[in-house]
């Protein structure tokens, strides 16, 4: 999948952890789009993350077939969609940056003065030793892990057409209480500023090999016209220092090309004092020139600019994967299963008001499948070992719940859990049984301290006992 594949699945997610309540989408849509792509998958077959090729798929087609079925039918919808991007570059900036990069290299290339070729007058060593630089930073890169440049970030701020602003933490995991537009960002924004980095180092690879083709065409452009002829001079190279320098810089051109050097004329260009010995044809060294811009140059960075969009690309393709898929994709699927299949949920010691049961039926819902019919069992304080003496389950599925406040007992409750997960498991095949904590009595009363605290006496509680554990509370709680 490309990045456009990648940014519709995760727009289409924004929408459904964002709208809880299904104001802009619908539950009874979401239903229908996953049934229509789901291609007979099940949530029982969701056991991996990072997301695995089938789950891609899925979430592909479904996004694919919200898109054609959907968006055009809720304005709010359309709008709210062409709202959600990420950073993009502009195409007239990258398009006038390469032609800006070919001219300067026609004209940063110059053969000297009047008719005369100085061989190290050239700015082709300043512009290899740069180039080799460039190179091997880029390379030390594209393989560290953190690709968070600064100067690449306040670049993006002025090149993009997107902003950049996003919370400070990437995760997978949905937070209560933030909108559409911030879901969207805490999934996107991190891997898309990544690939425009990524992809923005490759543009600039591209941009200095038509630097030196410029360089190339400049050298040939003027040696149309002109008859130069080749010297060289230098305050610091000794004649044979000359032959050795010029023979290693011109060997990978040498041997692109099939030029030969032509070192042995170098002692009669040498230019001192104003005049040069013998001044040479210029166009053996013009070959070498171009030869040696587009073997040490050209060809590198191009090569360069491949693997790094290559590098982009399977990035971004693992990153993607590891935004934390499979509480997504479970709840997604459930929403379409259960077939009206009735489980039956135990209450431990009240019937609960219809508010407390539609809390409970959710939860339930969660696990097992939106058209699950819950059937509510009261099991009395005091009576529970005479209720696991005499419980028949009639399905593999069943709950527990508990009140999340009351401070659990090995006599009681890990003893009751213990007891209806063994009767379930001896005469119901794939059983499974899910604890629900109840947290409607609690509301906001608490501190998330406290919260967390019970939860975990109770986790604790019932560890090694081979269930489920869910906290079932009012939407809202935050």
């Known amino acids: 999948m490309d990045w456009n594949d990648w940014q519709s699945i995760l727009r289409w997610r924004a929408v459904e952890e964002g709208d809880a309540d299904g104001a802009l989408l619908s539950e009874e849509r979401r239903r229908e789009a996953t049934l229509r792509t789901c291609a007979g998958m099940t949530s029982d077959e969701v056991t991996t993350d990072p997301l695995g090729a089938r789950e891609a798929a899925f979430l592909l087609r479904r996004s694919r077939w919200l898109e054609e079925e959907v968006i055009g039918c809720n304005g709010s919808l359309v709008r709210l969609m062409e709202r959600l991007s990420t950073l993009s570059s502009r195409r007239f900036v990258t398009s006038s940056t390469w032609v800006a990069a070919a001219i300067a290299g026609y004209v940063l290339v110059g053969l000297g003065q009047q008719t005369e070729f100085n061989l190290l007058a050239l700015p082709?060593?300043?512009?290899?030793?740069?180039?080799?630089?460039?190179?091997?930073?880029?390379?030390?890169?594209?393989?560290?892990?953190?690709?968070?440049?600064?100067?690449?970030?306040?670049?993006?701020?002025?090149?993009?057409?997107?902003?950049?602003?996003?919370?400070?933490?990437?995760?997978?995991?949905?937070?209560?209480?933030?909108?559409?537009?911030?879901?969207?960002?805490?999934?996107?924004?991190?891997?898309?500023?990544?690939?425009?980095?990524?992809r923005f180092r490759a543009h600039l690879h591209v941009a200095a090999a038509l630097m030196a083709l410029g360089g190339i065409v400049g050298?040939?452009?003027?040696?149309?016209?002109?008859?130069?002829?080749?010297?060289?001079?230098?305050?610091?190279?000794?004649?044979?220092?000359?032959?050795?320098?010029?023979?290693?810089?011109?060997?990978?051109?040498?041997?692109?090309?099939?030029?030969?050097?032509?070192?042995?004329?170098?002692?009669?260009?040498?230019?001192?004092?104003?005049?040069?010995?013998?001044?040479?044809?210029?166009?053996?060294?013009?070959?070498?020139?171009?030869?040696?811009?587009?073997?040490?140059?050209?060809?590198?960075?191009?090569?360069?600019?491949?693997?790094?969009?290559?590098?982009?690309?399977?990035?971004?393709?693992?990153?993607?994967?590891?935004?934390?898929?499979?509480?997504?994709?479970?709840?997604?699927?459930?929403?379409?299963e259960g077939g009206h299949e009735t489980v039956t949920v135990l209450v431990h010691g009240h019937h609960g008001t219809p508010a407390h049961q539609e809390v409970w039926a959710r939860g339930v819902r969660e696990r097992f499948g939106q058209m699950i019919l819950p059937e509510f069992v009261v099991i009395p304080h005091g009576e529970e070992d005479e209720f696991t003496a005499s419980w028949k389950p009639r399905q593999p599925h069943a709950a527990l719940v508990f009140n999340l406040a009351t401070t659990p007992e090995t006599e009681v409750q890990r003893r009751l859990v213990m007891e209806i997960n063994r009767t379930l498991q001896s005469t119901q095949h794939a059983a499974e049984l899910l604890v629900l904590l109840d947290a409607t009595s609690i509301g906001n009363r608490w501190s998330p301290e406290k919260w967390a605290d019970r939860e975990n006496l109770w986790v604790d509680m019932l560890s090694g006992l081979g269930v489920q554990i869910l906290v079932a509370a009012q939407r809202g709680r935050s």
């Open 219 to 336: 050298l040939y452009a003027r040696g149309w016209a002109h008859e130069y002829r080749a010297v060289w001079e230098s305050t610091i190279l000794s004649e044979e220092a000359a032959q050795h320098f010029l023979g290693a810089l011109f060997r990978p051109a040498s041997a692109l090309l099939g030029v030969e050097i032509p070192l042995e004329q170098l002692p009669d260009m040498h230019r001192t004092g104003g005049l040069a010995k013998q001044p040479c044809p210029a166009l053996p060294w013009l070959h070498l020139y171009a030869g040696s811009l587009l073997a040490l140059v050209v060809l590198p960075r191009l090569a360069l600019a491949g693997f790094t969009i290559w590098r982009a690309h399977a990035r971004l393709a693992r990153r993607m994967r590891r935004l934390g898929w499979q509480n997504y994709l479970l709840h997604t699927l459930r929403a379409a």
């Open 124 to 198: 082709l060593v300043s512009l290899m030793l740069w180039n080799a630089a460039v190179m091997i930073w880029s390379l030390v890169m594209e393989w560290s892990p953190n690709q968070e440049s600064p100067l690449l970030i306040w670049l993006a701020q002025r090149l993009s057409l997107a902003g950049l602003d996003r919370p400070s933490a990437e995760t997978g995991e949905p937070l209560t209480g933030i909108s559409v537009d911030q879901r969207f960002a805490m999934l996107a924004q991190g891997p898309a500023m990544e690939r425009w980095q990524r």
